[in-house]
């Protein structure tokens, strides 16, 4: 199978060069546009990994182009650029896949197989043409058990036919399929000295016709040897500790040019703060940053992704700016910026004297890296106020750190990043108030602060506004509205590059308003031609519109059309105007403005009034969208994510899972604890969720207990295997705040598009009937819309014959979490006994067998099973002991273990061998 790579990052080329072909793919490279469209026009593609960001013709353009020609090849999108837009954008240009950079490896290989299995191509890890099978996992060809010899390419060439077994290949067609565009083209002969040498192998083991000549037309698989392939596709441990050293590798060859990135940022910072950037080096720090920001992840390198990724938002934001700075402009930007390159080198450094051969194991692909614990240092004499609130704290990932006098203040200012400052009033009684701010002035200059007051009177207001405070709190707010109010101040400050869209004709007042907005993080984009105002509104998406009254079809009546639409409704509007007078104010709000900003400008009021109508907008929206305790999209807005989801789906061909989850016995944590406690829990929850699933993911919670997640990609089985896990992790972790360490469940119901239905009311409803069946069969566990309740005496999916110990617990506790029907056995005779019951049929499709039954070998209780039986069923078996399965004993089996392990690699297995007996959804 041939893949195109269009990427100009070479270290990123390097990986997925070395990955792909190791999963023997022929892979050809460019690292233009361009190139790439010369090589797809010349060569047929089962695949395309395409960059967005590319010289000479961008990613999307690139994908229209090939959708405009008809092409139907198969289009991966591979890109840092990771809001919904980008990904619609992408998408609706024709894409098939969408992969954010930084990403995971072996994710990746896993869904280049995903789309490769929706073409034409049948892919699948064992290939079985009657007794050949060729594992494309070890890259091993036996026939009849015996081990089979080929080159490189006499693999390749293999493997082609039999994941094509009723195409006929010519020799100019292998060619192209085999031999990449770089490598030097064989002449046709090579190919049938090739095929020579594949039947020379094959008649060795008694199979030397299976390959096929149709003189004047190619080869292809005998008919009489075709038999249809089976699929197993795993990935050993082995295959990713491989794979690990092999990125491990990549990036001692690849962290020098990561360096040189490095420098191109420090000189570029050097240069803003003396003046001297010019345009070049800004543009190319801009694409430094960003190369960064997609490799270092991939990498290992999280942190120094996201640093990059800062970075590059800076950077463009500081592009749209003119070259004149101010002092304020210097110490609000470009020190930060400063900040974040000088953390960047030391990240990249940590990682140069950390990495070793073996890279650590990360997290599984769809867990998202854990959020940043905010600090929170708190100037307070009042020791049982602060020592409620470190407990309170816990559920909100706060770090609280209190502070008594001075001396402290000042060590504990120096020893941690403080992410917020509390401070109460009567603190300041016996503390030098004068040193305190010289310390907080020297120590934490940026560092917003809350001042809180017992009282609440006019005149602690008043002091809280001359210390400087962000916020004022009464100290007498529940401690979770003032942790709620805290962390909402810390998202606020933390918005990052604002986008501001600007309909003028007069070029000078453009000017004007970016030069009064030097010092904020704006990102303007200019429009002359009110023609083309849809088209730029949807492609910016800004936080702020800024209309011209005079524009020529009226720039009164383009806000009235904004207004009118139920998409971009919200948006705040300012108008400029050379006429403030009563009627014209009177027309500008009538229109639907929020503001007007009179010329000529004021630049002082104009970057107050931009600065706070976005933070206010910002705060609204937020506030509309969010579920204030937990954090999560509300339904409404969740409802939209999901509508989103279902509509790429539809296009793309792929499914969605739609889950459901509602905390067990929550009434009586209520009840028992105070609804205080149940705040935390619902509270820590949502927080957890948050970590558990990937960016593009619906994470949302639709009230009181209940949540719901949408999951593109993932099918039923995938869905509650998945959310097993994360029930699994979540049932051991202790409630935070909880006098008694409790620990509680969840139940879930999952449902699939379009299986369950084609919309969101016709999804919930079956993920809500399987929700109610899992609270029915004892809650605590993960049900699909398939599972129905059956009487275990006359079925079973699982049979457990194993003796009684802690591991056969914990694994009839994982199968009952995922809703398998399982019975359990502790002898080999007592099951055979129930197995042969003409009274009660039992006719389980898997058995987990032990080797250490008491009465019978694990040999003799298969061979007792009778012929039949053993056709039906898949047997797994569980070793105590390793070395103990002789290669020919093998046969009777489906797979072996050694235990005591993991439940979620029995389970796995467990699946598979499901899916061997077309069996992919009992439950």
Same mark, same amino acid.
């Given at each position: &199978? ?35 469209? %010369? ?70 290989? *896993? ?42 390419? %006499? ?74 392939? #089976? ?74 992704? !996201? ?37 960047? !080198? ?8 950390? !990495? ?10 769809? /867990? ?46 120096? *020893? ?20 305190? @701010? ?10 917003? &602060? ?23 709190? /009464? ?50 984009? %200019? ?35 904004? !207004? ?63 579920? %204030? ?118 139940? /879930? ?106 009465? @019978? ?22 070793? #105590? ?43």
């Amino acid at each position: &199978m041939r893949i195109l790579l269009v990427e100009d990052d070479e270290s990123i080329v390097e990986l997925l060069t070395t990955v792909l072909v190791g999963q023997s793919y022929v892979v050809d490279v460019a690292t233009d546009g361009e190139a790439g469209w %010369e090589l797809v026009e010349a060569f047929p593609y089962d695949l395309v990994v395409l960059d967005i960001m590319l010289p000479r013709l961008d990613g999307i353009s690139f994908c229209r182009r090939l959708r405009d020609r008809n092409n139907p090849v198969l289009v991966m999108m591979l890109t840092a650029r990771d809001t919904t837009t980008d990904k619609l954008l992408g998408l609706d240009s024709g894409a098939d896949d969408y992969v954010i950079k930084p990403f995971n490896s072996q994710e990746l290989i *896993a869904r280049v197989r995903a789309l490769l299995r929706r073409g034409n191509i049948a892919l699948s890890s064992i290939l079985e043409c009657g007794s050949l099978r060729l594992d494309p996992n070890t890259r091993n060809v036996t026939y009849d058990g015996m081990l089979l010899q080929f080159s490189r390419k %006499e693999y390749l060439l293999l493997e082609l036919f039999l994941r094509n077994p009723h195409r006929v290949f010519s020799r100019r067609a292998i060619v192209e399929h085999l031999w990449a565009f770089d490598e030097e083209a064989p002449i046709e002969d090579t190919v049938k000295s090739h095929i020579k040498n594949i039947r020379k192998e094959l008649r060795r083991v008694g199979a030397g016709d299976l390959i096929e000549t149709l003189y004047g037309q190619g080869y292809r698989i005998n008919p009489l040897h075709f038999s249809r392939a #089976n699929s197993s596709e795993t990935t050993t441990t082995a295959q990713q500790e491989t794979l690990d050293a092999t990125v491990a590798q990549i990036w001692e060859r690849k962290k020098g040019a990561c360096l040189e990135r490095l420098a191109v940022l420090e000189q570029s910072v050097q240069a803003i703060k003396t003046q001297t950037l010019d345009a070049n080096l800004h543009q190319k720090a801009i694409e430094n940053a960003h190369k960064l920001a997609g490799g270092l992840g991939t990498f290992g390198l999280d942190e120094g992704s !996201r640093l990059s990724r800062h970075i590059e938002e800076l950077l463009e934001a500081y592009l749209a700016e003119s070259q004149t700075t101010t002092p304020q402009y210097l110490k609000r930007t470009v020190k930060p910026l400063e900040q974040l390159v000088v953390e960047l !080198r030391q990240v990249i450094q940590n990682q140069q004297n950390q !990495r070793t051969a073996t890279v650590e194991s990360k997290p599984p692909a769809l /867990a998202l890296p854990a959020r940043p614990q905010p600090n929170l240092l708190v100037f307070d004499r009042d020791q049982s106020f602060t020592s409620t609130l470190v407990i309170e704290a816990i559920s909100w990932n706060i770090q609280v750190v209190n502070a008594l006098d001075l001396d402290e203040i000042c060590i504990q200012l120096q *020893a941690i990043t403080a992410n917020l400052i509390l401070l109460d009033l009567d603190f300041l009684q016996n503390t030098d108030q004068a040193s305190l @701010l010289s310390a907080f002035k020297k120590y934490a200059p940026t560092t917003p &602060m809350v001042v809180m007051s017992a009282q609440e009177r006019s005149s602690d207001r008043l002091a809280a506004v001359q210390l400087g405070a962000a916020m004022f709190l /009464a100290k007498s707010t529940p401690l979770p509205q003032m942790l709620q109010a805290m962390m909402q101040l810390l998202q606020e400050l933390n918005w990052g590059v604002a986008k501001v869209l600007i309909v003028e004709q007069a070029s000078q007042t453009v000017q004007q308003l970016r030069t009064s907005t030097l010092a904020q993080p704006l990102q303007f984009t %200019e429009l002359s031609a009110p023609g083309e105002f849809w088209e730029t509104l949807k492609s910016v998406h800004p936080d702020l519109l800024i209309l011209d009254e005079q524009l020529p079809d009226g720039g009164l009546s383009l806000c009235r059309s904004v !207004r009118q639409d139920p998409y971009w409704n919200w948006l705040p509007i300012i108008v400029l105007t050379k006429n403030a007078t009563p009627s014209t104010l009177h027309e500008i709000f009538a229109a639907g403005a929020d503001d007007y900003i009179a010329q000529p400008l004021v630049p002082e009021t104009v970057s107050i009034q931009i600065t706070n109508r976005i933070r206010r907008s910002r705060l609204l929206r937020n506030q509309a969208q969010v579920d %204030e305790l937990t954090d999560l999209a509300n339904r409404h807005q969740s409802i939209q994510g999901l509508n989103q989801l279902l509509k790429i789906a539809q296009r793309s061909q792929q499914p969605v899972c739609f889950a459901i989850l509602d905390l067990d016995h929550f009434k009586q944590i209520n009840d028992e604890y105070g609804h205080g406690q149940g705040d935390r829990v619902l509270r820590q929850f949502g927080q957890f969720l948050k970590q558990k699933f990937r960016a593009g993911d619906v994470v949302a919670r639709w009230g009181g207990e209940e949540f719901v997640i949408g999951m593109y990609g993932i099918t039923w089985g995938d869905g509650v295997e998945r959310l097993a896990e994360i029930l699994e992790e979540w049932r051991s972790i202790p409630l935070a705040a909880s006098p008694d360490k409790l620990n509680i469940s969840f139940s /879930a119901g999952v449902a699939q598009y379009p299986h369950d239905g084609i919309n969101v009311q016709m999804l919930y409803r079956s993920a809500d009937t399987a929700l109610y069946r899992a609270k029915v069969a004892g809650r605590n566990r993960v049900l699909s819309s398939q599972w129905q309740p059956v009487s275990v005496s006359s079925h079973a999916d699982v049979m457990l014959l194993y003796p009684e110990d802690e591991f056969a617990h914990d694994l009839l506790n994982a199968l009952e979490t995922r809703g398998y029907h399982t019975c359990r056995f502790k002898q080999g005779k007592e099951a055979l006994k129930r197995l042969k019951s003409k009274r009660f049929i039992l006719n389980p499709p898997i058995i987990l067998l032990s080797d250490s039954l008491s009465d @019978l070998s694990w040999q003799d209780f298969i061979r007792r099973l009778g012929t039949k039986q053993r056709k039906q069923t898949q047997v797994i078996l569980l070793l #105590n002991q390793a070395d103990t399965v002789g290669k020919k004993q093998t046969d009777l089996l489906f797979d072996y273990l050694l235990v005591p392990c993991s439940t979620s690699v029995v389970t796995q297995r467990l699946r598979q061998a499901l899916g061997r007996l077309g069996l992919h959804q009992l439950h």
